[in-house]
């Protein structure tokens, strides 16, 4: 949530917010922006009358995530996505990084263990 660019010095970079699941805490990152992606949006998302309006830009970061016992630094594009179903996507990039198999009929099959977790600063916890 709260996405933004700004510049800092000659590079751009994005500043955005992400609620802890199940908690009020809210983490803060600052991150170089590392492109803009061009992503197809859902038919929910707009009434497409163009190609213009069929695809909306998003910034791009990398982030280091844990899957299994494995971190890798990944590239994710950001949309605030307190509306939709998943808080996160993973795509086939990343998973090809983890060496990933996925079977759609399998779900939460693991739980992250990685011992090293990035630190962030927190930015609010609600009252």
């Known amino acids: 949530?709260?996405?933004r660019q700004f510049k800092k010095g000659a590079t751009q970079w994005v500043a955005f917010d992400v609620p802890v699941r199940h908690s009020k805490t809210i983490l803060h990152f600052e991150k170089p922006l590392e492109r803009l992606s061009k992503i197809k949006n859902r038919n929910d998302e707009s009434q497409a009358v163009g190609e213009d309006d069929m695809f909306s830009e998003r910034p791009e970061v990398k982030l280091t995530v844990c899957l299994r016992n494995e971190q890798r630094e990944i590239n994710v594009n950001l949309v605030d996505r307190r509306h939709f179903v998943y808080s996160v996507l993973i795509g086939a990039t990343a998973i090809e990084e983890?060496?990933?198999?996925i079977?759609?009929?399998?779900?939460?099959?693991v739980e992250p263990y990685c011992v090293t977790r990035p630190i962030n600063k927190k930015v609010a916890t609600a009252q």
């Open 1 to 3: 949530i709260n996405i």
């Open 98 to 101: 983890f060496e990933g198999l």
């Open 103 to 109: 079977d759609p009929s399998m779900r939460h099959l």
